[in-house]
């Protein structure tokens, strides 16, 4: 779990350092892509059905990143 959680915080760091004002956005929506590709990795690779609460949750994570993605600045 350790070096999961260090390669996400090097993420993160590596993402300021973006010259953009948005790197902070990109990262929300990095979140909602994530936990989608999470799912697809449940279902391909350990051949688990994802629930409908789970296909629901991501749902609403796709759709919370792609309103942070596309609202107007």
């Not at 010259?19 to 956005?25: E, L, M, Y």
């Not at 994802?50 to 629901?56: K, S």
């Amino acid at each position: 779990m350790l070096p999961g959680l260090a390669s996400l915080a090097a993420f993160a760091c590596l993402l300021t350092l973006i010259d953009s004002a948005a790197a902070g956005r990109a990262y929300a929506a990095y979140g909602g892509v994530y936990i989608v590709a999470s799912l697809a990795w449940l279902r391909l690779v350990e051949h688990v059905q994802p629930g409908r609460w789970d296909l629901a949750g991501a749902a609403v994570c796709l759709l919370g990143a792609m309103i942070i993605i596309a609202a107007p600045q």
